[in-house]
């Protein structure tokens, strides 16, 4: 059962999320107190055994086996609960991890691209595992941990103040100073919390950055800026802890101190020797104090559990509370593949257009190239056609139909994507290839990879198409390239986007990478991002793009007679060239 989340409501409770488990955790929690319960009684059946002895009489042997006997049904029967209260809390914590990451998981799958763009791998890293794994404890252990740390003291109590008032209100003593310390302890920890996560979420961010970015920092000298970096983070977190745990460093181990068997045996002593009470009451004292200080020692860590987990719930719901791409309550299906778009505007804040006035007409069959300066819109614009983003004003359409009303499987097989920057997962080449149609033939993949010319060199890896990217398959970047065109020959979509593959390429790569997008465009429509000119000097139709808007459009020959900005980056980029080959 799916974890039902309020996306209205941001930050989420935690109750929100232990919604689903919650009739197993109360189940759980009423075994655990009939666990706490049981768990007293030998104690008290030593108070008796004591009594017994000490009234100056014989004691009845059937009297004392009958004492016996109940102190070793009430063991078994703690045994037994205890282990059906662990179970059930287990089961259901697992449940729990289960349906949040599942449910994580397909939520990430529909929120725009741009949401991950504002936040670093850390970020999601942390709510998608470690928020997750924080829960274990308050789930597994917390909630039966307190309610056994109010059902013994409750019972050993109420035993007390049947036998003598003056016995519950010595032993009540420790549990009073303990509880008042934690108290204290909690009041300032919750006040800096806040100030721990974020600095702990500093460190996973500098962490993660520093792993995915070791080859460039490597290349370019900056390893010891990049490490004095994490190392920096790394020492502020230590701070952040220091700060947050010195000021309560002295209350915890005064609680601690207070709450041990060993100080609550050494005062109910020289209480009851002050008192005056007799040997019998001492002995049932002594006994039970303990008993009854030791369960509130986990007070503590479940406090604690309590409070990682209501900010982790805080995290994960509002990762959850995230607004996904909206579904169309009327899918429709398009007519043919003629991609048009309609007075298309864009903002990633809300703010600041990155396009504005788009209106662009591309015909099945026919080659549309974007160009322009860095920071012109050639991505977005592209990237809206997939819909990894959601247009602020105007639509986009494929044969008449808008993609806002394409259900997401209609509209990724109408569109394929080949990124500029490779994506295999860690999985056989195989797989890879076959990623958007799962259940193509082996047949089928190997066409798909000889048409992208890359086929021999698959098949001399050490398990050929079993071998799996990044561990037996050590691709470079061209050939890897040219294992996603595959991909995108395979998924056979009539639409495909191209962010220039060959952007990065060694000639000798380049060529081999050209080869295999001409076999993907063959009868489809393309939509290229050009970084090199003279890839696309053949296109049916160029849009030069400057400040988010189309400034020039037309075929080269066109353009280069406009003489305005794609004449001018044409003849800087022959200069390049040139420079290049000299």
Known sequence: MPTKINKAANPVKLGDLLAPIKPRLILGCSFQAVAAAAGIVPFIAVAELGRAFFRGTPPDPAN?????????????????????????????????QLNLRRQM?????????????????????????????????????????????????????????????????IAIIPMFLGATMYALQFARFGNQVDAYNRSLNRVNEAAVEYVQGIAVIKTFGGTKRAFDRFTERAERFSEDFWDMVRGMLLLAVAADLVLSPIFAIAFVLIAAMLVGLGPA?????????????????????????????????????????????????????????????NGVAFSYDGQTNALQDINLVMEPGKVTALVGPSGSGKSTLACLLPRFWDVSKGEICIGGVSVRDMVPGDLYSKVGYVFQNVQLLRTSIAENISLGRPDATHAEIVSAAQAAGIHNRIENLPRGYESVAGIDAHLSGG?????????????????????????????????????????????????????????????????????GRIVERGRHEELLIKNGLYARMWHAHQTARGAGAA
């Open 64 to 96: 004392i086996w009958w004492i016996a006997g109940i102190a070793i049904a009430a063991l078994m029967l703690r045994l037994i609960c205890q282990v059906a209260a662990l179970a059930l809390t287990h089961l259901a914590d697992l449940d729990l």
């Open 281 to 341: 009451e001492t002995l049932a004292i002594v006994v039970l104090a303990p008993g009854m200080t030791a369960p509130l020692l986990n007070i503590a860590f479940a406090q604690n559990e309590f409070m990682l987990a209501r900010n982790a719930a805080r995290r994960i719901g509002g990762l959850l509370a995230t607004p996904p791409l909206p579904d169309t309550a009327d899918p429709k299906s398009p007519d043919g593949h003629r991609v048009s778009y």
């Open 479 to 547: 050939e890897a390239q040219r294992v996603t065109i595959a991909r995108a020959l395979m998924a056979d979509a009539p639409i495909v986007v191209l962010d220039e593959a060959t952007a990065f390429a060694d000639p000798d790569s380049e060529a081999e990478i050209q080869s295999a997008v001409s076999q993907l465009i063959v009868g489809r429509t393309l939509l290229v991002i050009a970084h090199r000119l003279h890839t696309i000097t053949g296109a049916d139709q160029i849009c030069v793009l400057d400040g």
């Open 105 to 169: 998981a397909a939520h990430l799958m529909r929120v725009p691209l741009g949401w991950f763009d504002a936040r670093s791998a850390g970020q999601v890293k942390k709510a998608l595992q470690d928020d997750i794994v924080a829960m274990h404890h308050l789930v597994g252990h917390a909630f039966t941990d307190t309610v056994s740390a109010a059902i013994a003291p409750v019972v050993a109590l109420g035993y007390l103040i049947w036998l003598d008032w003056r016995l519950a209100l």
